[in-house]
């Protein structure tokens, strides 16, 4: 029962343009959300959180947004570089240490 | 610098033949967390200590056990590997369990393969 879901397993978006990568969850307990960034033969690497009494968080050229009624998070890089191309997977908790992750989403960033 | 280090990175074993996993953080993160990611799946908790609290996931199998000897260093044991246990095994710390400030933080993973 995957209860938090990347719908789209890649996505390629042109260097300088915006990348928009979505996750939705089902469990309306969760309040904690993370994006993971993840390299091959690497870990994933911590990029940004949002707690469920936001709705926005911003760092950078990254900036996570949160609809807790529809129960869906999204991702927006802006602008995209090539460094970007990775995995990026999104996690849930409602426990404090019991995350949910999404099965990722491939990101191509083309030059 | 490396934080959380995993070895081997690569592993090879027989069928039904034990292996054990390492890691070690330098963090002095008080929870370790084990998990298990298949290939295009969502990494999935086996388990993770609180300091020498240990907890299970409910429908982790019995088959694989883990010990944190101290602060530093978290093993995971499979008893007897089947060819369903070929996976990525992630490593990860954090500090607290606060779900305000539960970063986690992995190492690169182990890669095990069946034979």
């Known amino acids: 029962d995957q209860q938090v879901k990347q719908n789209s397993p890649s996505l390629s978006v042109q260097e300088g343009r915006i990348s928009i990568l979505n996750c939705d969850y089902t469990n309306s307990m969760f309040d904690y959300f993370l994006w993971y960034k993840k390299y091959p033969a690497e870990g994933p690497t911590f990029l940004i959180s949002i707690s469920s009494i936001k709705d926005k968080n911003e760092d950078g050229r990254f900036t996570v947004f949160l609809n807790k009624s529809a129960k869906h998070l999204s991702l927006h890089i802006v602008p995209s570089q090539p460094g970007d191309s990775a995995v990026y997977f999104c996690?849930?908790?409602?426990?404090?240490?019991?995350?949910?992750f999404g099965t990722g989403t491939s990101l191509t960033v083309i030059p | 610098d490396a934080m959380v280090i995993q070895n081997p990175r690569y592993q090879v074993t027989q069928f039904g033949k034990p292996v054990t996993l390492s890691c070690s953080q330098t963090l002095n993160h008080n929870v370790m967390y084990w998990y298990q990611q298949k290939s295009s799946q969502a990494p999935k908790l086996l388990f993770h200590?609180?300091?020498?609290?240990?907890?299970n996931e409910a429908d982790t199998p019995d088959n694989f056990q883990s010990r944190r000897p101290n602060t530093s260093f978290c093993f995971l044991d499979i008893r007897s590997p089947g060819l369903g246990d070929a996976a990525m095994y992630l490593c990860?710390?954090?500090?607290?369990?606060?779900?305000?400030?539960?970063?986690?933080?992995f190492g690169p993973g182990t890669r095990l393969t069946v034979l």
């Open positions: 200590y609180y300091d020498k609290d240990f907890n």
């Open positions: 990860a710390t954090s500090r607290v369990v606060a779900t305000w400030d539960n970063t986690q933080y």
């Open positions: 996690a849930a908790s409602n426990t404090g240490n019991q995350f949910y």
